[in-house]
Each structure stands twice: as structure tokens, then as C-alpha cells.
């Protein structure tokens, strides 16, 4: 019988495996939600001009962008998150998101420059009775 010989030993390594699934994982819900994120401001609007306005750079608060489609649609549709919603589910949501964040929610609606006041109106006055207070209009500059 053969007698273990602890001075001829392998060496004691880590099992690197385990990591670098967690590492490619992290990395595919990276891609995956940064592609939801922007898949939300990449629906084609004719977007209103503007000659003055702020640039937005707090990304810290959670934004809320309301899609209000217009001529190749129905006016009036309403698409938050990809779906197309009516104004009293937008105001449920609002709500929820206001409760959820206590009230630091950001409201950005992007509309088609063809879409009267009274499609845009309902949105707003869900922001006023859920007390978000951040609202702001995706425009294009008139350089």
C-alpha cells in the first residue's frame, strides 16, 4: 500500500467558476435594463421646439416618461413602460410611484408637436392630485 506524501501536495487554488457566472450575469442585467431604459426615449415623436430650457442632469430621481403618441395613432394614446394605457390607469400609476418614492418621482412627457392641450391636460392633473411637482416636457432645440 502506497503511503500519502503531503510534501508532494498539489497546490490549493480557487475555484474561479462560481465568479465569473455571477460576473456574466451581472452583465447581461446591465445590458438588458439599460436597454429597457432606452427604448422608452427612442420612440420616433415629432417633439415640440424650444428656444430656451434646462437640460436635465439629476439622474438620481426616479423618472416616470409618459409617450403621448399622435398622428399615426389614435390621438390621445397614452404609453408608459411600452404600454398603452387610458388616463385613469396613468393617474393609478402615478400614484403608486409617488407612494412608492415619496414623492421624489420626476414626470417627463414626450408628445407629438400635433398634440392638442386636452390630450396633455389629463396627465398633468394626475401629477397634481398624486403631488408630483416634477414635471417636465421633452423638446428639441431650435439651433
Known amino acids: 500500500m502506497r503511503v500519502p506524501n503531503h510534501r ?3 497546490d490549493v487554488g480557487f475555484n474561479m467558476t462560481p465568479m465569473i457566472d455571477i460576473v456574466f450575469l451581472l452583465i447581461i442585467f446591465f445590458l438588458v435594463s439599460s436597454h429597457l431604459a432606452q427604448q422608452e426615449v427612442q420612440l420616433e415623436l415629432d417633439l415640440p421646439s424650444a428656444a ?3 437640460p436635465i442632469d ?3 430621481t426616479r423618472r416616470l416618461v409618459v409617450n403621448v403618441l399622435g398622428r399615426e395613432t ?11 394605457m387610458g388616463s385613469d390607469r396613468l393617474s393609478e400609476l402615478v400614484e403608486h410611484e409617488s407612494r412608492r418614492f415619496d414623492g421624489q418621482v420626476e414626470i417627463r412627457i414626450r408628445s407629438n408637436r400635433h398634440v392638442p392641450y386636452r390630450v396633455v391636460e389629463p396627465i ?3 401629477c397634481a392630485r398624486a403631488g ?12
Not at 74 to 84: F, K, L, R
Open 52 to 54: 430656451s430650457g434646462e
Open 74 to 84: 389614435p390621438e390621445g394614446q397614452i404609453m408608459v413602460g411600452g404600454n398603452v
Open 124 to 126: 398633468l392633473l394626475a
Open 8 to 10: 508532494t501536495g498539489g
Open 58 to 60: 439629476d439622474d438620481s
Open 132 to 143: 408630483v411637482w416634477r414635471v417636465s416636457f421633452a423638446v428639441v432645440s431650435e439651433e
